[in-house]
């Protein structure tokens, strides 16, 4: 499975950016896309996930009401909106894809995700 992340940039505090994953290969019966985040000195975490099939979603509180997650499955791609952005909203956005064994009450465990995109960066100033 391959994950290729776009969408950043450089915004100002209260903007919005839409991010997006693009999949390949072999994607059959790989359940969860989810994005996620690495500030500067600081360790990756959970962002938002979706269920590709039901598209249930799940997000860290910290961005919970101002992003949303979708997917497009005829498109094999994952989005992610971020709405009134704040300057500690500021990394490396990452997308991965899970094994596809991942039960929903994992979906926010980073180790349970083993494709992993490069990452695009997103810089919020205030």
């Known amino acids: 499975v391959q994950l290729q992340a776009s969408g950043g940039g450089l915004v100002q505090a209260g903007g919005s950016l839409r991010l997006s994953c693009a999949a390949s290969?072999?994607?059959?019966?790989?359940?969860?896309v989810g994005w996620f985040r690495q500030a500067p000195g600081k360790e990756r975490e959970f962002v938002a996930t979706?269920?590709?099939?039901?598209?249930?979603?799940t997000y860290a509180d910290a961005v919970k009401g101002r992003f949303t997650i979708s997917r497009d499955n005829t498109k094999n791609e994952v989005y992610l909106v971020m709405n009134s952005l704040k300057p500690e909203d500021t990394a490396l956005y990452y997308c991965?894809?899970?094994?596809?064994?991942?039960?929903?009450?994992?979906?926010?465990?980073?180790?349970?995700?083993?494709?992993w995109g490069q990452g695009t960066l997103v810089t919020v100033s205030s």
């Open positions: 290969g072999d994607t059959y019966g790989r359940v969860l």
């Open positions: 991965a894809a899970d094994s596809g064994s991942t039960i929903w009450s994992e979906a926010k465990t980073t180790t349970r995700y083993i494709y």
């Open positions: 979706i269920r590709r099939n039901s598209g249930s979603t």
